[in-house]
């Protein structure tokens, strides 16, 4: 059974950074679209930034354009989230998610497969 386990999270000061990781158990070609998420308390989930498998492909949301990036290890089946200049606003569980179609979506509705969350937490 495929899984995606998110790891990486922590607290953080204004300015400062975090790697995120997500780990994906199977075959990741068979789900082309690997993205990042996050959801602050009381706030719908926001997408952050995709990457297609395949043919790579990659964009992000403004509000962290310039500040996140996404990239993968394909022999390691791991996605990754570098997170710079981290704000309090940033501040979410973040999680991520795999979707089997050719585009990569910002509708959190059309991906399939979730992991658990990791909690990023941006003190001022």
């Known amino acids: 059974q495929v899984q995606l386990v998110e790891s990486g999270g922590g607290l953080v000061q204004t300015g400062g950074s975090l790697r995120l990781s997500c780990a994906a158990s199977g075959r990741p070609f068979s789900w082309n679209i690997l993205a990042w998420f996050r959801q602050a308390p009381g706030k719908v989930r926001e997408y952050v930034a995709g990457i297609r498998w395949t043919v790579l492909s990659i964009n992000s949301s403004d509000s962290v354009e310039g500040r996140f990036t996404i990239s993968r290890d394909s022999a390691k089946n791991t996605v990754f989230l570098q997170m710079d200049n981290l704000k309090p606003e940033d501040t979410a569980v973040y999680y991520c998610?795999?979707?089997?179609?050719?585009?990569?979506?910002?509708?959190?509705?059309?991906?399939?497969?979730w992991g658990q969350g990791t909690q990023v937490t941006v003190s001022s």
């Open positions: 998610a795999a979707d089997r179609g050719q585009y990569i979506r910002r509708d959190s509705r059309a991906y399939d497969l």
